[in-house]
């Protein structure tokens, strides 16, 4: 129905031209950019057409004569006192012939079967229905490793690097007590140091209530200094829980 028209119009007995539905929008996957980057990948760079520029050969490098043929091995010297070979056989002289052994093959062979030991059949594993046969060691599933003498003893060079870590410790705690004795410096006892610890977390736990208890909407600048206010000690007290964490041995300066 026309809006501009009254509703007993006579245009409106007349049937509007009905309009095509729009068309849905073309599916696009959300893999094609990957397809299409894996697809770039795969391909070899310069396979058919070449380098993009050829070097060209420098004109100091031309062909010069006699640079191809081959090169012959230095002449040797010919000494006739050298040993001669062996002379040929003559055509009269003929091979020793009839010799015969008196082993028994047929019983020599039996007696070794016999008394040999039989041999293992190779460990194998079959990983499909199709019956494709792998070998077993070299597939992970033999636990040799464990079996060795020297499996889950600690290296010799991580031995060393602890006693080298040690002394080192110890060469440091030694020059800090030396220097603390000349600056009167005090080392926290792990109790003193678990209450600072203690007391430091129960501060951060009234703050983070304190900010827990603030309005939604902050709308006055007071409210918003004192927003920042407990940020910056929450802050601050997170800094101080982690360094006394992080740190066992704590100096401080003697009043």
């Known amino acids: 129905m026309d809006p501009t028209c009254p509703s007993e119009c006579i245009y409106n007995l007349i049937p509007s031209d009905l309009k095509e539905p729009p068309q849905p929008p073309r599916y696009i996957s959300i ?9 770039q990948k795969a391909k070899t760079a310069m396979k058919t057409m070449g380098p993009a520029k050829v070097e060209v050969p420098s004109p100091k490098d031309f062909l010069k004569k006699h640079s191809k043929e081959k090169t012959l091995p230095p002449k040797k010297k010919f000494d006739r006192n050298m040993p001669k070979k062996p002379a040929v056989p003559l055509r009269t ?16 062979n039996a007696a070794d079967v016999i008394m040999g030991v039989a041999k293992k059949p190779k460990p194998i594993y079959v990983d ?5 046969k792998h070998d077993v060691e070299p597939s992970g599933l033999v636990p040799k490793y464990i079996n060795k003498k020297d ?11 602890n006693e080298e870590l040690k002394k080192a410790q110890e060469e440091y705690d030694r020059y800090i007590q030396e220097n603390l004795k000349k600056a009167a410096m005090k080392r926290l006892s792990d109790e003193e140091r678990e209450a600072v610890l203690q007391g430091l977390k129960k ?11 603030l309005s939604v909407f902050i709308d006055s600048i007071p409210k918003k200094i004192r927003k920042q206010r407990l940020e910056e000690e929450m802050k601050q007290l997170e800094h101080d829980i982690g360094v006394i964490e992080k740190h066992k041995i704590i100096y401080i300066a003697n009043k």
């Open 31 to 39: 893999f094609k950019a990957t397809v299409k980057d894996d697809m």
């Open 128 to 132: 499909k229905r199709t019956g494709d």
């Open 203 to 213: 501060n951060w736990e009234e703050v983070h209530k304190e900010f827990q208890s």
């Open 93 to 108: 002289d003929h091979p020793v012939m009839g010799i015969q052994s008196g082993k028994n093959f047929i019983n020599t």
């Open 151 to 161: 499996y889950g003893v600690t290296p010799e060079y991580i031995c060393r690097r």
